[in-house]
Nanobody
Framework: VQLQASGGGLVQPGGSRRLSCKAS????????IGWFRQAPGKEREGVSC????????DYTDSVKGRFTISRDNARNTVYLQMNSLKPEDTAVYYC??????????WGQGTQVTVSS
């Protein structure tokens, strides 16, 4: 079971970025998949999550209305579309087979830097 996060990079404030979380060794259409982030000097926090078969989603308040999580079962991939990015969104972003920090299988992180 592995997760591969990708799509990070440098983006200007107000810009957009799409992160991908590719699963291998299992099909993610039945598992909750969460996106998390950790900024320098801060604790890791949950950003968004998508649950199992019904596709219920949830977002932390700071990203509601700007970020969208989605799942492509054919590609076994979960996406995090990030719009209207702010400097405070700068962090290493991780995906995991969990909606809770500290549980599940975690992929390596991808760095997102929002700066002009």
């Amino acid at each position: 079971v592995q997760l591969q996060a990708s799509g990070g990079g440098l983006v200007q404030p107000g810009g957009s970025r799409r992160l991908s979380c590719k699963a291998s060794g299992f099909t993610l259409d039945e598992d909750p998949i969460g996106w998390f982030r950790q900024a320098p000097g801060k604790e890791r926090e949950g950003v968004s999550c998508i649950w199992g078969r019904d596709g219920t989603t949830d977002y932390t308040d700071s990203v509601k209305g700007r970020f969208t999580i989605s799942r492509d079962n054919a590609r076994n991939t979960v996406y995090l579309q990030m719009n209207s990015l702010k400097p405070e969104d700068t962090a290493v972003y991780y995906c995991a087979t969990s909606c809770t920090v500290g549980s599940g299988v975690w992929g390596q992180g991808t760095q997102v830097t929002v700066s002009s």
